[in-house]
Nanobody, 126 residues
Framework: QVQLVESGGGLVQAGGSLRLSCVAS????????MVWFRQAPGKEREFVSS????????YYADSVKGRFTISRDNAKNTVYLQMNSLKPEDTAVYYC???????????????????WGQGTQVTVSS
């Protein structure tokens, strides 16, 4: 059973930085895409960023473009999210997810992901 474990969340002041990590628990031979979503209190979960496992192609939500950077370490089965210039509106629980094969859902659609982490809290104070 694949398990995803996030870490790196915490409390930071506006303008600060955090780096989230997500490790897949065992070697996965067919990761297609890994992604970060987030969910703020009272809001729906939203797409943040994705990375294709083979080519490393990246996509970002407009709200984080230029501030967040997604990267991966294939050897460690790990995806990272470097978050800079954090804003209070970035406060949310951040989830990583992966899909092991091609999906007809877009990379920004959570229905396309078959494995999810438990989430890590990011709180940005003003």
């Amino acid at each position: 059973q694949v398990q995803l474990v996030e870490s790196g969340g915490g409390l930071v002041q506006a303008g600060g930085s955090l780096r989230l990590s997500c490790v897949a628990s065992r070697s996965i031979f067919s990761i297609n895409v890994m992604v970060w979503f987030r969910q703020a209190p009272g809001k729906e979960r939203e797409f943040v960023s994705s990375i294709s496992w083979s080519r490393g192609s990246t996509y970002y939500a407009d709200s984080v473009k230029g501030r967040f950077t997604i990267s991966r370490d294939n050897a460690k089965n790990t995806v990272y999210l470097q978050m800079n210039s954090l804003k209070p509106e970035d406060t949310a629980v951040y989830y990583c997810a992966l899909r092991s094969s091609y999906s007809t859902y877009g990379t920004h659609q959570e229905q396309g992901y078959n494995y999810w982490g438990q989430g890590t809290q990011v709180t940005v104070s003003s």
